[in-house]
């Protein structure tokens, strides 16, 4: 029974370091960042979560007395954050990138159009004195 107790205990021990998660993550060099966001530190995963949380939040826009949100996607506005981790992750320290952002033209021109029917207003003939 002790050999069985020691060979398990052996056998946990062995392939806890043999396990993927005991590799090293790579880490983004210090004061690296992209498109603004800062990622010096982070482990890849990490900055791959906050460059994709960091581009989709929702866009704040006001006309007069209207306000609204929309997300990027919905513009057809999208970032690889994929391409942009490998980018952070070869840079040097202190660096400051560019983020890529591939944006669909056409849903863009839908939304403005869209927009234009809620928010424009007939134009009316005006007239100013001087006094």
């Known amino acids: 029974m ?3 107790v020691l060979f398990v205990a052996l056998a946990a021990i062995a392939s806890g ?15 690296v960042s992209i498109g603004g966001v800062r990622l010096g530190g982070l482990g890849s995963e990490e900055a791959r979560n906050a460059i994709t949380w960091w581009y989709n939040r929702p866009l704040h826009f006001a ?3 209207k306000h609204w949100t929309v ?4 513009l057809g506005a999208t970032v690889d954050a994929d391409e ?21 033209a056409g849903r863009i021109q839908r939304y403005v159009r869209a927009l234009d029917g ?9 007239t100013a004195t001087l006094a």
């Not at 997300?71 to 919905?74: C, D, E, F, L, S």
């Not at 809620?118 to 005006?126: F, H, K, N, T, W």
């Open 2 to 4: 002790k050999r069985f």
């Open 17 to 31: 370091a043999a396990a993927p998660s005991a590799q090293r993550t790579a880490v983004v060099p210090a004061g």
């Open 63 to 65: 006309f007069y007395k």
């Open 71 to 74: 997300r990027p996607a919905a």
């Open 84 to 104: 942009a981790v490998r980018q952070v992750l070869k840079a040097r320290p202190t660096d400051h990138l560019s983020l890529r952002v591939n944006i669909d």
């Open 118 to 126: 809620r928010l424009s207003i007939e134009p009316q003939d005006a």
